[in-house]
């Protein structure tokens, strides 16, 4: 069953006309520092697209760090940096690729 919020999160389709091939985007990272986490699972809670979870993995501190869901990519993230400025650790960051020299994302 399709909720409301299901429908908002429908990526729209690109017009025809639009060649993509020609805007280069180059992927941001979504970097997780598991030896700082402390488990709150804020940045899971409150990230907007929702592509994280608490892993199985234990870090030293004995702490499931997050992951990023399976199935999900870096480009499900929305670049919104939320995760960084709500986790109390400094344990996650979002790392946005410089722009290459001559991209045409430039234009
Ligand atoms: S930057 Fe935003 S969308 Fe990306 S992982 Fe962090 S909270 Fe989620
Ligand atoms: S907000 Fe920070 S400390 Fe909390 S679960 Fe996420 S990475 Fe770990």
Redesign the pocket.
Known sequence: MNTSLDRRRKKPEWPAFIDLSKYKIKAHH?HIIKERCKECEW?II????E??EKSDKINVKGYHPPQLIEGKTFDD????????LICPEFAIY?EVPEEEEGSENNE
């Not at 409150?46 to 697209?49: A, G, K, Q, S, T």
């Not at 993230?77 to 960084?84: I, L």
């Open positions: 979504v940045c409150y990230c907007p697209e592509i994280l993230c929305a670049e919104c940096h939320f995760c960084e979002v």
